[in-house]
Nanobody, 115 residues
Framework: QVQLVESGGGLVQPGGSLRLSCAASGFTFSNYVMSWYRQAPGKERELVATISNTGGVTSYVDSVKGRFTISRDNAKNTVYLQMNSLKPEDTAVYYC????????WGRGTRVTVSS
């Protein structure tokens, strides 16, 4: 079965950096677009970044452009989210998603940006 397992979250001060990872299994990873979403307390889940199956095309929500970078390693079946210059408003649970089958979500990894 499909599994998406996120890691790398934690507590970081404003201006700091974190690198999230999502390890995928149960489908042909290199055939699928991968995305990162986030859900802040009391807010709806929002799309943060997407990467094409080859990694050649990426897109970002405006609020993270220039600060976050999505990448993937198809040999390791892993997608990453490098987050720099973190702000308190980036505090959320971050989820990995792909559209294989009916769509698949990981359990999420919590990111807290606070001094």
């Amino acid at each position: 079965q499909v599994q998406l397992v996120e890691s790398g979250g934690g507590l970081v001060q404003p201006g700091g950096s974190l690198r999230l990872s999502c390890a995928a299994s149960g489908f042909t990873f290199s055939n699928y677009v991968m995305s990162w979403y986030r859900q802040a307390p009391g807010k709806e889940r929002e799309l943060v970044a997407t990467i094409s199956n080859t990694g050649g095309v990426t897109s970002y929500v405006d609020s993270v452009k220039g600060r976050f970078t999505i990448s993937r390693d198809n040999a390791k079946n892993t997608v990453y989210l490098q987050m720099n210059s973190l702000k308190p408003e980036d505090t959320a649970v971050y989820y990995c998603y792909n559209a294989y089958g009916r769509g698949n979500w990981g359990r999420g990894t919590r990111v807290t940006v606070s001094s």
